[in-house]
């Protein structure tokens, strides 16, 4: 998965690398462009352009005798009928398409989340940065036992796990580690002292991770979470997996969330992007001779 991550990373860098430094609105009104019309040739190569044309006029004809029989219920009916059987068949050819144009997009998506889905950190501004291991650290961890008359105490906790946070010059562990047995999870509080790109170093036991950070308001991808699991390198594809066997489920830098200026809306990035994008095919269709 890393490999399709990296392919696809590297596109979306690309074509966003011009409009870093202006408006994030800017890049994505380039980027939903560029997707609403990739969008529309991707729908015209892989559809029944004559199928869906004539399905539609079907539809259109069911209506229009709808309108001139309206006092006969029998002919009213029928063409309801036949509505409804066209609109099934005009959703199975627009399936086919839809399939082709929904991985690349899911892709896409995450990658575009990666760039404007979150704020950088703030000099002086705590985080908190999370590891989850992938199994218990021991038996005890959050029971207690006691004798058959109750008059038993408690076991002790068993120690936390051997987890240790390497911080670089430039940011400053405010806290010690937090472990939380019942989550399997090991925290700490940062605060950056100076803008730029970090890599954290995470040692488990005799294995060392590694984590990006940005702090700092510059464009560029800040990714949140890594983890190995598929569903999350699809949707946090900004750096790969663990090697098989480790000891790390995940690690997560907690990002605030980011928002983008849509005509004085402050809304979630993705808002804009459906809007201009839907738009813009709607637009764009005519001109390229795309029926849909």
């Known amino acids: 998965m890393w490999i399709i991550n990296s392919i696809v990373g590297a596109i979306v860098n690309a074509a966003l690398l011009p409009f870093r430094s202006l408006s994030p609105m800017v890049g994505l009104t380039v980027f939903s462009l560029v997707s609403g019309v990739a969008m529309l040739y991707v729908f015209k190569w892989t559809s029944d352009q004559e199928g869906i044309d004539l399905v539609k006029r079907k539809i259109y004809a069911g209506i229009f005798e709808i ?9 009213i009916m029928a063409a309801q009928r036949d509505i409804f059987r066209y609109n099934l068949s005009y959703l199975r050819l627009s399936l086919r398409p839809l399939l082709f144009m929904m991985v690349p997009f899911v892709l896409i998506i995450a990658q575009l989340q990666l760039h404007y889905g979150y704020q950088g950190l703030a000099v002086d501004q705590p985080v908190i940065v999370k590891v989850t291991l992938v199994a218990p650290a021991g038996p005890g961890d959050a029971g207690s036992t006691g004798d058959a008359g109750g008059g038993g105490t408690a076991a002790p906790l068993a120690p936390p796990p051997d987890v240790q946070l390497d911080v670089p010059d430039g940011l400053r562990l405010d806290t010690p580690r937090l472990w939380i047995p019942s989550l399997n999870e090991v925290a700490w509080r940062l605060v950056p002292e100076a803008t730029g790109s970090y890599e954290l170093g995470i040692r488990v036991g005799s294995e060392t ?12 991808k800040r990714s949140p979470l890594r983890a190995d699991n598929l ?12 090697p098989s066997g480790a000891g790390v489920a995940s690690i997560e830098v907690m990002y605030p969330e980011g928002t983008v200026n849509f005509f004085g809306w402050q809304t979630h990035w993705l808002i804009p992007f459906f809007i201009i994008t839907v738009a813009l095919a709607f637009l764009l269709k005519k001109p390229l001779g795309v029926t849909f």
């Open 209 to 220: 991770f590694t984590k990006s950070l940005v702090v700092g308001s510059q464009g560029g």
């Open 231 to 242: 569903l999350d390198q699809i949707l946090y594809p900004g750096e790969p997996g663990f």
């Open 67 to 75: 309108r001139l029989f309206n006092d006969d219920l029998r002919a």
